[in-house]
């Protein structure tokens, strides 16, 4: 078993999309660590000094930051099911929602009821469409 751990906040929508990705790919052990923006941890300095935000990927030891490059790399590590639809359409559309959540959605609107829910109709969106990738494919979830 890899070492892994991920630095995070509960209600970024960041954060969210990794843990998704790792639920997506079967991932479920690995050591989640609350961070706190106000007073944030020497492991989040040291492992992202460029932004010093969540989220980070901690995986053997190295890490990884961005949201959507730990994404990438969650899908090109991890056996199964792509994240991401074979069909470039729904692939490209897939990207637009993720890119519209993350320049749109801002963690501190997260505790906003609003934000709440567009964030739940995104990630349900995304999450149908790759349904139907899967089930073209003959895969399931």
């Known amino acids: 078993m890899a070492d892994l751990k991920l630095l995070g906040l509960p209600l970024s929508p ?13 991932v479920s052990r690995y050591e989640y660590v609350d961070e706190d ?28 930051c961005e949201s959507l490059v730990i994404l990438q790399y969650v899908d090109e590590l991890f056996a199964g099911r792509s994240i991401l639809p074979t069909d470039p359409y729904e692939r490209a559309t897939a990207r637009f929602w993720a890119a519209y959540a993350g320049d ?10 609003h934000a709440r829910a567009l964030l739940t109709s995104l990630f349900s969106t995304i999450n149908r469409i790759h349904a139907r990738s899967c089930s073209r494919r003959g895969t399931a979830w």
């Open 104 to 113: 749109k959605v801002q963690y501190k609107h997260a505790s906003c009821p």
């Open 37 to 64: 923006p106000s007073n944030k941890s020497e492991l989040l300095l040291k492992s992202n000094p460029v932004h010093k935000k969540v989220p980070v990927l901690i995986h053997n030891g190295k890490p990884i």
């Open 14 to 26: 960041f954060v969210i999309s990794v843990r998704m990705a790792l639920n997506m790919k079967g």
